[in-house]
């Protein structure tokens, strides 16, 4: 009796975490349904969940929401892509050569510290609002975090650990493979984690300003339209696609690096 | 939340410190190199139209650092900077002020319980991951293009970064300071106030760190899109006129808000952490 008791228990004790979140999610969502039973229901200015899941589906099924999706990934694909290129080689020379630190740092930093959304008008202006205005935008914004991290990821590389593996007769190969890509990759991955919310930011910004299509341009037109429940529901379509990203890449982190965890 | 730079910073500052026997070259050659680097990119900016010959049309987007010096002196002369600069800045403060009133209380809440954390914790990891400029046409329906919405965009950008730095230092509190309190008949409340905050400080402002270039973020796209006054709307509508130098001294402007902002808090800081022994080291 006991001996069933113990693991059952424990089963409620291991997940408390997420059942008390399942919950907490099913309360918010019953009391939004349920609140329009009381308050008069507008629905120019607010939708509830029965309704934005039908727009949910209904995107869904028409295939809109897909292709707006589409249209939205091609510039974040090269904008994130350039990003990752530039953003890491920078890094990694400026870590490894002093000098090209001290003379680089101090522009990063003021790069950095400027909004550089700011920018987004005149890019617009100048590129124009198709796929290299987006793109351009989102490596602007992406860029920052794979440089600092790559810069400080070769910081942290452990000399005494490539002295051990020079003196035990490693190869140069060895010094890569076993010292160095450890040792900056997850300062990269981390990087990422933080790029891919910029990146997003970048199309939003890109979309909102002028463009025809995408789904930063379905949000604003569903809201100019006071088609609310489709705006939610492209809004949720959003949250869903940077959740997922940000917590796989926190997931691929502890996969990959799992020494790393305690940090 | 790991800050790199600040990070960075500290490292850089410890091996600064523990030198004195190098030469002054060595000790100068960051600045040096940090300055000239600086330099040479906005005298090359500056010389870049007399070099090579610009079609009219490439003219008219390009400025130069002295147009844009010039620019910039011009809208504080004259006065015009002011008026959009207050909506500007008022936007920023009240929705930052509002992030800290409501992060502050809540961070150190889910801090403490265990239940409330497991309860919030989706939807913080949910808003946290989500840019928060989803939600803007969203917000210009509910609230107008005034200052209340510029509140509310700020206030969303700027709450998390707080609220989850001041979760992380909560956490990190020394779980047998919390126990002497408590044996002493310390309420929750005191126990607050005497060991959770204080020892949450340093967390509590690497958020408002991050939470003010948020903020400054908020500021800049909530006036881009849905507005009718402020920095932001002075930057658009000289983008369309192609008067590259106000867009390029408005962007100047904003960065210089958000590094006073920055330098205010570190300020704050060694203030607040004044009574914080040294660690130890020797530093």
Redesign the interface.
């Known amino acids: 009796m006991s001996d069933e008791a113990i693991p059952r228990q424990s089963f409620t004790d291991k997940h408390r975490k997420v059942l008390l979140g399942g919950l907490a999610v099913a309360i918010f969502l019953a009391a939004w349904q349920a609140v329009f039973l009381v308050v008069p229901f507008n629905k120019l200015f607010v939708s509830k969940p029965d309704l934005i899941w039908d727009a949910l589906v209904d995107l869904i099924v028409s295939g809109d929401l897909m292709r707006d999706l589409a249209i939205s990934a091609v510039p974040f694909v090269y904008g994130f892509s350039a990003a990752v290129v530039v953003g890491v080689a920078l890094g990694i020379v400026m870590g490894w050569r002093e000098r090209v630190s001290y003379a680089l740092d101090p522009i990063m930093t003021i790069f950095y510290a400027s909004p550089l959304v700011a920018l987004a008008p005149l890019v617009i202006v100048f590129f124009g609002v198709g796929v290299s205005g987006k793109a351009i935008i989102i490596f602007v914004l992406s860029v920052f975090p794979f440089i600092f991290n790559a810069q400080a990821g070769v910081r942290a590389v452990d000399r005494l650990l490539i002295n051990v593996v020079r003196s035990m007769g490693g190869t140069e190969r060895d010094l890569y493979l076993k010292v160095i890509v450890p040792s900056v990759l997850p300062y990269i991955v981390a990087g990422a984690r933080i790029a891919v919310g910029r990146g997003l930011i970048g199309i939003l910004v890109g979309e909102f300003f002028a463009a025809s299509e995408g789904i930063g341009y379905a949000i604003a037109r569903f809201g100019d339209l006071f088609a609310l429940d489709r705006m939610f529901a492209c809004i949720f379509a959003i949250m869903v696609i940077a959740v997922v990203l940000t917590e796989g890449i926190r997931w691929a982190e502890r996969a990959a690096f799992p020494w790393r965890v305690g940090q | 939340m ?1 800050d ?2 600040a ?2 910073a500290d490292i850089a500052q410890a091996a600064d410190s523990g030198a004195p026997g190098r030469s002054a070259w060595y000790r100068l ?2 600045a040096i ?6 330099a040479v ?1 906005l005298v090359l900016w500056e010389v870049l139209p007399r070099l090579i010959t610009m079609s009219a049309g490439t003219k008219l ?1 390009f400025t130069t650092p002295t147009q844009i010096a010039g620019t910039l002196w011009r809208l504080f002369a004259t006065g015009t900077i002011w008026t959009p600069l207050g909506v500007s800045a008022s936007g920023f403060a009240l929705g930052l002020g509002l992030s800290i009133v409501v992060g502050l209380p809540l961070g150190v809440l889910i801090g403490r319980s265990r ?1 409330l954390n ?6 913080i ?3 946290n ?3 928060r ?6 917000l ?3 609230f107008g293009l005034g200052l209340e919405m510029k509140i509310v965009i700020v206030f969303i950008g700027a709450l998390f970064p707080i609220l989850i730095n001041t979760y992380e230092g909560v956490r990190n509190a020394d779980k047998t300071l919390i126990n002497v309190v408590r044996s002493f008949g310390a309420s929750e409340w005191d126990v607050a106030r005497l060991v959770v905050v204080p020892n949450a400080m340093p967390y509590i402002v690497a958020g408002l760190r991050l939470a003010i ?1 948020r903020a ?2 908020g500021v ?2 909530a006036e ?2 849905g507005s009718e006054s402020g920095l ?1 709307v002075m ?2 509508q000289a ?2 006129r ?1 008067q ?1 130098d106000v ?1 390029f001294s ?3 402007v ?2 210089a808000l ?2 006073a902002m ?1 330098a205010m808090v570190q300020v704050l800081e060694s203030r607040l952490s004044r009574w914080r022994p040294q660690r130890a080291g020797g530093e």
């Not at chain 2, 400029?133 to 969203?138: A, D, G, S, T």
Request: hydrophobic share 65%.
């Open positions: 790991t790199i730079r990070l960075e050659e960051p190199l940090g300055t000239a680097s600086i990119l987007f239940t497991a309860m919030l914790d989706p939807f990891t949910a808003f991951a989500t840019p400029l989803v939600f803007l046409p969203l210009m329906l509910w270039g400054v973020l800049v796209v881009f899109f932001g930057m658009v983008a369309g192609y590259v867009v408005g962007l100047i904003f960065a958000s590094l920055t």
